[in-house]
């Protein structure tokens, strides 16, 4: 148990904080904050099927929704990246025409809506989406709409960053059709897929660009390769926001008294305020971590890195952002302020306008995680008043 952060104002009142905390707040009212989501990995599987009917994609495994998003799980779950991308052929074989683009994007929105999600980003790579004759413009454009429509029904603020591929020569073009929608909804640019052999800094020609138009960049590093990969990345290539980034944790020593010694880049990365985007399940899943008790995050945490909680994938990762939160409240015995605090590092982080992110702290989040408290607060007296008159 901890003091409320309030203690002048509630010196005696005692707060949840690990399963205490599972137990006493419905996580679906948590106000969540999502920076890290790739749009072909959360399809709904029910979704996958009507689209795979009425475009006459046949390559699925079964026709019946639960066998369909097991089998998406069991698949995500090998343990390293390359054969956790396989499921991808799927969800990308039915996000070939317009309209199933338009859906998946907001349904995308709906589903963030249902989890309590209030702003997120959405990232996917157009150029795999131009397999039925859409141009890759034309692809941005319905992705947009389903965002815009969905936006506007449920009231989830929303960015899309546009993905160039490692493993690809054509980052260069992928970088000017970000630019070329960053007006309409586009809010960065991303180079993701697998590390290993496809260093970051062989795409340069696309970071400059992105950089001349004073765009905003994150990168998938250090996640399946390591130091290397983040160094390159921030050094060479200007991310403002990091991928995973769990490897960053080989440049952290614990020393036996607790304390932390952090390397240079390491050092870097917390004096610069570069924000992480973590993603539990999934890095688990793709061999990033061993395990979730070995997940560098909480130490991250408590270093004071601008670390922040994402779901990656999904349907691949049978997760949500609650899902997240729960896993690493239960996991790491965090307390509301560091769900607070966590929620409001992925909202200074993200790439939407400065007056767009402080109406968003101001207006929605703060209210919100005030709301919360107070009530976990008068749950906490009224237990204190129950035993003391049973005592």
């Known amino acids: 148990m901890i003091e409320h952060r309030y203690p002048e104002l509630f010196p005696t009142a005692p707060m949840p904080s690990g399963k205490e905390l599972v137990n006493a707040l419905d996580f679906t009212r948590?106000?969540?904050?999502?920076?890290?989501?790739?749009?072909?990995?959360?399809?709904?599987?029910?979704?996958?099927?009507?689209?795979?009917?009425?475009?006459?994609?046949?390559?699925?495994?079964?026709?019946?929704?639960?066998?369909?998003?097991?089998?998406?799980?069991r698949g995500a779950q090998r343990g390293n990246l390359p054969e956790y991308l396989e499921g991808f052929a799927h969800t990308i074989g039915v996000m070939q025409e317009r309209d199933a683009l338009e859906r998946v994007a907001f349904e995308f929105i709906e589903d963030?809506?249902?989890?309590?999600?209030?702003?997120?980003?959405?990232?996917?790579?157009?150029?795999?989406?131009?397999g039925h004759g859409l141009s890759q413009d034309e692809v941005v454009e319905a992705v947009l709409e389903g965002l815009d429509r969905g936006g506007r029904q449920y009231g989830v603020k929303w960015g899309l960053i546009l993905c160039a591929m490692r493993d690809r020569t054509d980052s260069l073009e992928a970088a000017e059709l970000a630019i070329r929608w960053r007006d309409k909804g586009v809010v960065g640019f991303d180079l993701a897929g697998?590390?290993?052999?496809?260093?970051?800094?062989?795409h340069m020609a696309a970071f400059e660009a992105i950089r001349r138009a004073n765009f905003h960049i994150t990168i998938h590093a250090g996640e399946a390769f390591g130091l290397e990969s983040i160094w390159q990345a921030i050094q060479w290539c200007g991310a403002h926001r990091l991928g995973h980034g769990t490897r960053l944790r080989n440049d952290i020593e614990v020393q036996p008294d607790g304390s932390l010694k952090l390397g240079p880049l390491a050092q870097f990365v917390l004096d610069r305020r570069i924000p992480i985007e973590m993603c539990l399940l999934s890095n688990v899943h793709?061999?990033?971590t061993p395990s979730?008790?070995?997940?560098?995050?909480?130490?991250?945490?408590?270093?004071?890195?601008?670390?922040?909680?994402n779901t990656d994938d999904r349907l691949m990762s049978d997760t949500s952002m609650t899902k997240e939160f729960e896993t690493a409240t239960t996991t790491f015995g965090l307390d509301l302020v560091d769900l607070e605090k966590?929620?409001?590092?992925?909202?200074?982080?993200?790439?939407?306008?400065?007056?767009?992110?402080?109406?968003?702290?101001?207006?929605?989040?703060?209210?919100?995680?005030a709301t919360l408290f107070a009530e976990l607060?008068?749950?906490?007296?009224?237990?204190?008043l129950r035993k003391s008159s049973q005592g």
């Not at 052999?197 to 062989?202: C, L, V």
């Not at 409001?344 to 929605?364: D, G, L, Q, T, W």
Request: contains cysteine.
């Open 30 to 73: 948590i106000p969540k904050v999502l920076l890290h989501e790739h749009l072909d990995g959360g399809l709904r599987p029910q979704t996958i099927l009507e689209l795979a009917k009425s475009h006459r994609y046949t390559g699925l495994p079964t026709e019946d929704a639960g066998e369909l998003a097991a089998w998406f799980h």
């Open 112 to 130: 963030m809506h249902r989890d309590g999600v209030i702003y997120a980003e959405v990232r996917f790579a157009p150029v795999f989406h131009t």
């Open 194 to 202: 697998g590390e290993a052999g496809h260093p970051p800094k062989k």
């Open 286 to 288: 793709t061999g990033a």
């Open 292 to 309: 979730l008790e070995e997940h560098p995050f909480p130490l991250f945490h408590r270093a004071g890195f601008r670390a922040c909680l």
């Open 342 to 369: 966590i929620t409001m590092n992925a909202m200074k982080s993200a790439f939407a306008p400065h007056h767009e992110r402080v109406e968003v702290i101001h207006k929605r989040l703060l209210p919100s995680y």
């Open 377 to 384: 607060t008068e749950r906490a007296f009224a237990e204190n």
